[in-house]
């Protein structure tokens, strides 16, 4: 019999053989990634069993294979192999995320737009317990929806947006997806930035480089613009201030690709200052001698159509303390 998701379930013995699972999607879920989805309703099973499984094929979106980034409707059929379910834990002091709120910019009965620090991942996994998204739900205990609308690296600061209905989620995350939304950043670069170099059109492609625990750390690299792996992105740059050493770089993103601001910069030969991935190394060393502890990159305007009244919305976070004290030193 097939479960409805978002009903009432009865409490299974937990010690019983994993079966197959057939879940149906419900009003509430419609619009969410497949990994979201079963991320949000496999609790207990690790993260990289639930995209190995969803890799795998094993996972089934009515009858047939998804992947990852497939967006589940109202009455879609899920079929889930059998996983075990690790029983709940008791939450103690060292395994709970703490309960924290962060700076507001913006919120109503929709939407939650936070300035997030730096050095704080926006959810928990790839070694990170927790992040934002967990510590407000710690937080906020009452409330019956909070979702990552998009993401921030670790180590870039300021705005980020979560959704307190499923409605406004699907409608965010489809004006990201779209290209209707605004991101602008504020990044520190290397040397003498160009005039003449406005828009950057180069395709992407994700790897992994092997080592350590798990599947390898993530890395990102320009591609020739007919390699068939690559994914087309498109980054706007303009000269905000210039520096002794360095220039204060608006970037607009019009495509969401992994670190692209971060690896688009480097390739013109102008790493963002204090980028531990595709920085320069030995600059970054003297820069943290310098007072520059972390990357700087910051997400300071976000513009973007509000999911209930449907105006416009422009949201800015001022550059943080440290990056402003970084710029202003002599």
Do not use: C
């Not at 990170?128 to 609308?149: K, N, Y």
């Not at 406005?198 to 993530?218: N, W």
């Not at 992105?233 to 992994?258: D, M």
């Amino acid at each position: 019999m097939n479960r409805i998701i978002g009903a009432n379930q009865a409490t299974s013995d937990a010690r019983a053989k994993p079966e197959v699972r057939w879940l149906t999607v419900d009003d509430e879920s419609a619009g969410q990634r497949l990994d979201n989805f079963l991320l949000r309703h496999l609790k207990g099973v690790p993260k990289t069993h639930v995209y190995r499984i969803i890799r795998s094929g094993e996972v089934r979106v009515n009858k047939a294979r998804a992947s990852a980034d497939t967006r589940v409707a109202t009455g879609d059929e899920i079929r889930v192999p059998p996983v075990r379910v690790a029983e709940p834990k008791p939450l103690d002091g060292a395994q709970a995320a703490p309960a924290r709120e962060f700076p507001v910019l913006l919120e109503d009965e929709a939407v939650l737009a936070i300035d997030k620090p730096a050095g704080v991942a926006v959810h928990g996994g790839s070694g990170v317990s927790f992040g934002v998204i967990e510590q407000l739900r710690r937080a906020r205990p009452l409330a019956r929806t909070l979702e990552l609308v998009h993401r921030l690296d670790r180590e870039t600061s300021g705005i980020l947006l979560v959704a307190k209905k499923r409605s406004a989620l699907k409608h965010l995350q489809d004006q990201f997806r779209d290209r209707e939304t605004g991101k602008t950043y504020l990044a520190l670069v290397l040397g003498d930035w160009p005039d003449k170099l406005k828009v950057i059109d180069a395709p992407l492609h994700k790897y992994l480089v092997p080592g350590g625990a798990g599947e390898g750390e993530r890395r990102v690299k320009v591609v020739p613009k007919d390699d068939p792996d690559g994914m087309r992105a498109i980054t706007l740059v303009k000269v905000r201030e210039r520096l002794p050493g360095f220039t204060l770089l608006e970037v607009t993103i019009k495509t969401g690709r992994t670190h692209q601001i971060r690896v688009h910069l480097a390739s013109q030969g102008h790493p963002i200052a204090g980028d531990e991935k595709y920085g320069d190394f030995e600059r970054n060393k003297a820069l943290h001698k310098q007072g520059l502890k972390r990357m700087f990159l910051h997400a300071w305007r976000l513009q973007f159509n509000h999911p209930v009244t449907n105006q416009r919305v422009e949201l800015l976070a001022p550059l943080p303390p440290d990056l402003q004290a970084f710029t202003a030193a002599p």
